[in-house]
């Protein structure tokens, strides 16, 4: 471990009881990272051994900057999804921790495999939360800590791609498309602005999901997801120009235009969800 801040920081939070696992997530682990990333430490716990939240909160007082400004959050305080976790500064960087309970992160996993996904309302993603996320993590995630090998064994199970996770989200976000492109065009005529932008966003959000379905990659959350889908093989041509496009016509007010290259966009996706099919 050539990091000197994890150096410090995971000896500590894997001998915190109930921690099963420590893993390094987002940026830093899919190798992205400027300077200044906040480093994301996913910490899995068993539903029958929950991690000590006081024993957390007194292994990482000696660390942070500031002690009275570390925030550790009970488990579920966050939510189903997001479940809990903490924002701490640790030699003036920030660190994010994020709970996620591995017996519960596995059935996703397997539902998933299965073409079962859930999606959900969840303030800090636009978009909504998709189940598939917890995928992404154990996916790109690196493995700092492992105690049973229950992290391990989830990532094995994640390569290759799941076919039918693919299918799921095609099926659910594809059609969407175009449905969020007619609601542009409804609001054109009241000129509504804040509902078309909205529905531009939801659009090109469900347009980076079924690109990156049919390419087999795994979706962390709406942020870089559309610079994600320019950059694989079965994409629209110029994909993040032409986002760039819509986004600049909305800007000068000609939402006719701007809905003109997202209807473009939504054409090109369709043809290469239709090779996709036929290429099985």
């Known amino acids: 471990m050539d990091d000197p801040l994890l150096r410090r920081l995971v000896p500590a939070l894997a001998a915190v009881p109930g921690v099963d696992a420590v893993v390094l997530g987002g940026s830093r682990s899919r190798g992205d990272a400027v300077a200044g990333s906040d480093y994301d430490i996913g910490l899995y716990f068993r539903a029958g051994t929950p991690l000590d ?10 660390l942070v900057d500031t002690p009275s400004e570390g925030n550790v959050t009970e488990i579920g305080e966050w939510g189903r999804w997001i479940v809990g976790g903490g924002w701490l500064t640790i030699d003036g960087q920030s660190v994010d921790l994020l709970y996620r309970n591995a017996d519960d992160v596995a059935d996703t996993i397997a539902r998933a495999r299965n073409g079962v996904i859930e999606v959900d309302y969840q303030p800090g993603h636009p978009h909504g939360f998709l189940s598939s996320i917890w995928l992404a993590e154990v996916h790109h995630c690196r493995i700092l800590a492992d105690r049973s090998g229950t992290v391990s064994r989830m990532k094995q199970g994640l390569t290759p791609y799941p076919r039918a996770l693919g299918e799921a989200i095609v099926a659910r976000f594809q059609w969407e498309i175009a449905f969020a492109a007619g609601n542009v065009a409804k609001a054109i005529a009241r000129n509504d602005t804040s509902y078309i932008a909205g529905s531009i966003f939801r659009a090109l959000a469900c347009a980076a999901q079924v690109i990156c379905a049919i390419n087999g990659a795994y979706v962390m959350n709406e942020k870089g997801a559309l610079r994600l889908a320019g950059t694989l093989p079965l994409a629209p041509r110029d994909l993040e ?40």
């Open 53 to 62: 939240v006081g024993a957390l909160k007194a292994a990482v007082a000696p």
């Open 241 to 280: 120009g032409r986002v760039e496009t819509v986004w600049a016509r909305f800007a000068d007010k000609d939402y006719a235009a701007a809905l003109d290259a997202l209807n473009h966009i939504d054409r090109d996706v369709a043809r290469l969800v239709e090779a996709w099919r036929e290429a099985g």
